[in-house]
């Protein structure tokens, strides 16, 4: 019977080869699209979702309540993780967990690798699977080393290194130590990346650091019993708290700082391990926003929403042409459950196929995607039970929506009429419409969202920084060689150079360069009896002439003088501390000495557009070595100039892994998010519109065939060829007009509300609006249009003859 059933379905489907092929590359496209989308969304929703014991590992943070607003910092003191152990219960592993680069050495090879020094309970509470070593025993002791297996592949040639030495540069000193274990290589969908561990007892400055409380660096993870409830173990913390950070708590107090909802003025709080991807306020991984995710399912399912509203449609005009069929086959006795069987087992037979073709465009796609967003997802993510369950709903969802619908409309139909030939398409199916209307919300919104997106990325890359950003180059030090000496190289090399304008260094980067790195440095200090918190920067001579950063007063930093001792700040800053011209203003910074203020620059953009301009203060102290080389180079020539600037750095560093870049390159990093939304939403509204026409093509099609005879007998009465393209059009521009009430104030509730994560951001425009829809109407005119004039030219006596 089942494969009656199937062979019967199949040879329908091959009769009717053109109206197939319609349904199969209509929703194999779509299932191309919504498969990638939904590897890019399900990459994202199981981050961190392949550690056992997830749901009891949590990350601490510290919420303080200032007086104008809420902070919250995962940065932790050494001697926070012993003592959390060591007073709080329900804890029953702790880890700390410091990340950063080192260079690392085995014989002639000599690397750049991620570090994190952790406590030998890391193992244990994270599920990285080590595939030779001991989980218990592979960080016993201070010297031992545990490696990934791509770092073991690379400085060995090789995974099998259990007991072999291999050197890494700690603080400017090479140190032996021992591989104990190798690691499989991390998920790409980890939160927490390295390719060393190593004990944090090397940590640089980690003796001095033991027992103070004022010294944040690290991450601090705690893995509760299985009983003990989050909340709860946040309660039961307010006394450790208030025993340990009493002089924050009297700062914060004292510059008007209120008690939270809990009554506490600092709170420590966890943070979930499957939440950590989410919350912003981490310095973990790159965290986004979990409405990322979700609006790539939304989006999926809006293109799959179009596909099956095309094969409903289509299914049902395409009915009326089978109606003697099925009227035929109530004749000889079929019931109407084995009628919807047949019909819906044909619709199931296509829906595959077009998963088939859906899944070998994903494939060929997938490699372009990488590539572009510069990813390395892959279909694995696909496979995890959860991710292939939702996967599975949402197919037989589309399968019983697009074929189901159309099966039991179709097996009711009267047999005596359809025997006659009497049932006909009614061109004024309220169903039918209300399914291309909504098709047109969705095509009119993501066309809408995608014009605001793009204004909104244009103009973070073409607004003014307060720095050049176009003419100068960024050069990653790198953890071997020593930041001075080199900028010190540097300087002599480039300085006959033709096209190279000045140099300078600092130790925080401008936006991402290649390296991937973007940190920065916040520190307090009292003055006049409050808390000011800064951005500390250190820099070198010249920065401001390289960055053409305009100096407001007083005077940049100078050879002729001692400015050991000398910081320069910005507006912002010269703000918080009393006024614009804070020239000569001496500073309590570090152990009680005082910096004194020689200059005052104009607030430039330091951070991203995300946020807005915050106090900064830059130093020229040697204690931080430069980690940037930065090199201002003449507009005429800015390929001859990288090159040649490329050409001394590799001869300077020879084994340097990362390339210069311009800030221009670096700036633009930051936003690639917001890149990837802005290429998806493209695509996804191009997609919608071309599926849209598919079936609107259609629909067009089999509704001037039915008016075929009408049309007749306008033409014979004097009806001009204008006059019924009009009439034959009206039908669909009113559709387009009502989908365009709908989408617009959503569409514009939508964006502004993404908007609002930026500090400098564009105002929507009604014209942004407006053009979504007119595109829309005109893409829907052309489509009916092309069908509606075919029907007018038609010869009328052909026509009257049509039945």
């Known amino acids: 019977m089942f494969k009656n059933y199937i062979k019967t379905s199949l040879r329908n489907l091959w009769k009717r080869k053109l109206f197939t092929s319609i349904h199969i590359i209509g929703l194999g496209v779509a299932f191309g699209a919504a498969i990638l989308l939904f590897i890019v969304a399900a990459n994202q929703l199981t981050f961190d979702d392949f550690h056992i014991n997830k749901q009891t590992i949590h990350l601490l943070s510290l919420e303080q309540h200032r007086a104008q607003k809420t902070d919250f910092s995962d940065n932790m003191p050494v001697p926070m993780a012993p003592a959390v152990k060591r007073e709080l219960s329900g804890v029953t592993a702790v880890t700390r967990v410091m990340g950063g680069m080192v260079a690392s050495r085995q014989g002639s090879k000599e690397l750049d690798l991620g570090i994190n020094y952790v406590d030998p309970s890391f193992l244990q509470m994270f599920s990285f699977p080590l595939i030779s070593g001991n989980t218990r025993l592979a960080l016993s002791g201070p010297e031992q080393v545990v490696l990934t297996e791509n770092a073991s592949q690379k400085l060995f040639g090789t995974t099998a290194t259990l007991g072999k030495p291999v050197q890494l540069n700690a603080d400017g000193v090479w140190k032996t130590f021992v591989v104990s274990g190798i690691l499989k290589d991390l998920p790409n969908n980890s939160s927490i990346r390295f390719d060393v561990l190593v004990r944090f007892e090397n940590a640089g400055n980690y003796r001095s650091n033991a027992d103070q409380w004022g010294n944040l660096n690290h991450n601090v993870f705690v893995q509760l019993r299985e009983d003990m409830n989050p909340q709860r173990f946040e309660q039961s913390s307010h006394a450790f708290i208030n025993k340990y950070f009493a002089e924050d708590i009297n700062t914060l107090t004292r510059d008007g700082g209120k008690p ?388 001394v750095w590799k001869g300077v560093n020879p084994s340097a892994k990362a390339d210069p870049t311009f800030l221009e390159e670096n700036t633009n990093r930051q936003y690639r998010n917001e890149e990837m939304m802005t290429t998806i939403f493209t695509s996804g509204a191009i997609l919608t519109i071309l599926i849209s026409c598919m079936g609107l093509f259609a629909i067009a099609l089999f509704i001037m065939e039915q008016r075929t005879k009408e049309i007749g007998i306008r033409k014979v009465l004097g009806a001009s060829v204008p006059g019924i393209v009009q009439l034959l059009s009206k039908e669909f521009a009113r559709m387009v007009a009502v989908a365009f009430l709908l989408a617009a104030p959503l569409s514009w509730w939508l964006m502004n509300l993404w908007l609002q994560n930026f500090a400098y951001r564009i105002h929507p425009q009604w014209w942004m609006l407006l053009t979504g829809g007119a595109i829309v109407m005109a893409v829907a005119m052309l489509t009916v249009g092309v069908q509606a004039v075919r029907a007018a030219l038609a010869n009328p006596v052909r026509s009257l003859k049509t039945e």
């Open 260 to 647: 939270g909802p809990d009554g506490q003025v600092i709170s420590l709080r966890l943070i979930s391990l499957p939440d950590m991807h989410f919350n912003k306020t981490t310095s973990i991984g790159n965290a986004t926003s979990i409405v990322f995710p979700w609006l790539l399912i939304v989006l999926s399912i809006f293109i799959l929403f179009i596909a099956s509203t095309n094969f409903i449609n289509l299914s049902l005009a395409g009915s009326f042409t089978r109606s003697r069929e099925i009227g035929m086959r109530k004749t000889l006795g079929a019931g109407r459950a084995q009628i919807l069987t047949q019909l819906w087992g044909e619709a199931l037979i296509t829906c595959l196929f077009a998963l088939t073709l859906g899944g070998l465009l994903a494939q060929v796609l997938l490699g372009y995607f990488n590539a572009e967003m510069r990813s390395v997802l892959t279909f694995s993510v696909l496979f995890s039970p959860k991710v292939l369950a939702w996967f599975l709903v949402l197919f037989l969802a589309v399968t019983a929506f697009a074929g189901g619908y159309p099966a039991a409309v179709m097996s009711k139909f009267n047999t005596i009429l359809t025997l006659k030939g009497g049932l006909k398409m009614n061109s004024k199916n309220k169903l039918r419409n209300v399914l291309i209307s909504t098709q047109f919300v969705i095509a009119i919104l993501l066309i809408t969202s995608t014009f605001i997106i793009s204004s909104q990325m244009r103009y973070l890359r073409s607004k003014p920084l307060g720095y050049n950003k176009t003419q100068v180059i960024s050069i990653p030090v790198g953890t071997g060689p020593d930041g001075e000496s080199v900028l010190k190289l540097m300087r002599a090399k480039l300085a006959a150079v033709p096209g190279v304008l000045a140099v300078s260094g600092t130790d925080n980067n401008l936006g991402r360069g290649k390296d991937g790195s973007s940190r920065t440095s916040v520190i307090g200090f009292d003055y006049h009896n409050r808390e000011i918190k800064t951005h500390w920067q250190r820099v070198d001579y010249d920065y401001l002439e390289t960055l053409d950063i305009p100096l407001l007063a007083g005077r940049d930093f100078s050879r002729d003088f001692d400015d050991s001792a000398s910081v320069l700040i910005n507006e912002k800053m010269a703000q918080q501390i009393g006024g614009k011209n804070q020239v000569g203003t001496l500073l309590p910074i570090g152990d009680g000495h005082n910096l004194v203020v020689i200059g005052v620059v104009k607030d430039f953009n330091f951070k991203s557009l995300h946020k807005d301009i915050e106090p900064l203060t830059m130093s020229i102290r040697a204690e931080n070595a430069p980690q940037y080389i930065y090199v201002k180079v003449k507009p005429d020539d800015l390929a001859g100039s990288m090159k040649a600037v490329t050409a």
